[in-house]
């Protein structure tokens, strides 16, 4: 399973309580993080599960898109990629693309052993929902880089941006 370390990061907004989600929905409103996202994951390939890509409803523009899926579904988007197993993703990424996992919570857990870096925005508040990040072990990473995100007008909640990298 070592065949993506070294090119995958994941990359997730957690708040403070571990809640990444809420009715397959984003709990948040956090512009700011949206441009960083869209800036950080432009160009490469984006790995998400079938609820997340229902919830953004198409693939995102200058991206390309896998869906994890077991049961697989009929995406009527052409350009997207419907694989069974976290095993059969590598050979879908196109060549020079790193690989971005972007949710939900069971492609983080399955995904997490194969990344070599988290891009974590860290939303400094309690949020409610129904969706959590995985369990990590910290000290199987360490913190390379941080950076505090004051909220805009546009913003529910001031953010941290995280870099981490396995050691």
């Not at 070294?6 to 949206?34: F, H, M, Q, Y």
């Not at 490469?44 to 077991?70: A, N």
Request: net charge positive; aromatic share 8%; glycine share 8%.
């Amino acid at each position: 399973m070592n065949w993506v370390k070294k090119d995958c990061t994941l990359v997730v907004a957690v708040a403070a309580n571990g809640v990444i989600g809420r009715g397959n929905a984003l709990p948040w409103k956090l512009s700011t993080d949206l441009r960083r996202f869209k800036q950080l994951t432009m160009g490469q390939c984006l790995l998400m599960g079938r609820k997340t890509f229902e919830s953004i409803g198409r693939s995102l523009p200058g991206r390309q898109t896998i869906v994890l899926s077991r049961t697989g579904f009929d995406c009527l988007d052409p350009s997207v990629i419907v694989v069974p197993s976290i095993e059969q993703v590598a050979a879908s990424i196109d060549p020079g693309k790193r690989l971005m996992v972007v949710g939900g919570s069971d492609v983080f857990r399955q995904s997490l052993p194969l990344c070599q870096h988290i891009w974590m925005t860290r939303v400094l508040a309690d949020v409610a929902g129904d969706t959590y990040f995985p369990e990590v072990d910290w000290t199987q990473w360490r913190i390379v880089s941080q950076e505090e995100i004051p909220a805009s007008d546009k913003d529910d909640y001031a953010t941290r941006l995280e870099r981490w990298e396995r050691l």
